[in-house]
């Protein structure tokens, strides 16, 4: 059951890391000129139509994460420790922290994304939104890793 929860967790990750992606690509370098490339599509894109996929995949991610987290703890973490792989169990700690501080922000990131968008928010948008985007590509990065370091069995 932990293996296909941590499965669920990883596509529900990735899907995560495609919306937060996109959205801060289109925030932060806003299409110039045409847009007939495939970056320039790709910067085109309606960044607050990516605002509630990204609040509920968001959700939904931490809560998966919370289920298999206990198996985490007892199965992985003391073997990362008994391997001295004290920066991998860091790295791991990290996530947990800045999976919380997320989960805090996003009444932020749903406040400032809500229609009608205010032009003075702008700025507070691109930063909130750069900061998940750090959180997600942290924490998807992490996870990977360690799962190759010492997946569940």
Do not use: C, D
């Not at 920066?87 to 947990?96: D, T």
């Not at 501080?101 to 948008?125: K, N, S």
């Amino acid at each position: 059951m932990a293996v296909a929860l941590l499965i669920l967790h990883g596509l529900l990750a990735v899907a995560l890391l495609g919306a937060i992606t996109h959205q801060t690509i289109a925030v932060w370098l806003p299409v110039r000129g045409s847009s007939e490339s495939f970056v320039g599509r790709m910067r085109s894109v309606s960044a607050s139509s990516y605002v509630m996929a990204i609040v509920m995949l968001y959700l939904v991610t931490a809560i998966v994460g919370g289920i298999i987290y206990p198996t985490y703890r007892i199965n992985v973490s003391p073997i990362l420790v008994q391997l001295e792989q004290h920066k991998a169990n860091g790295a791991f700690e990290l996530k947990e922290h800045f999976t919380v501080i997320g989960l805090g922000m996003l009444p932020a990131y749903w406040y400032f994304w809500r229609q009608p968008l205010a032009g003075e928010h702008a700025p507070t948008r691109a930063v909130i939104t750069a900061i998940l985007a750090f959180t997600v590509w942290w924490n998807f990065l992490v996870g990977h890793v360690l799962n190759n370091i010492r997946g569940f069995e």
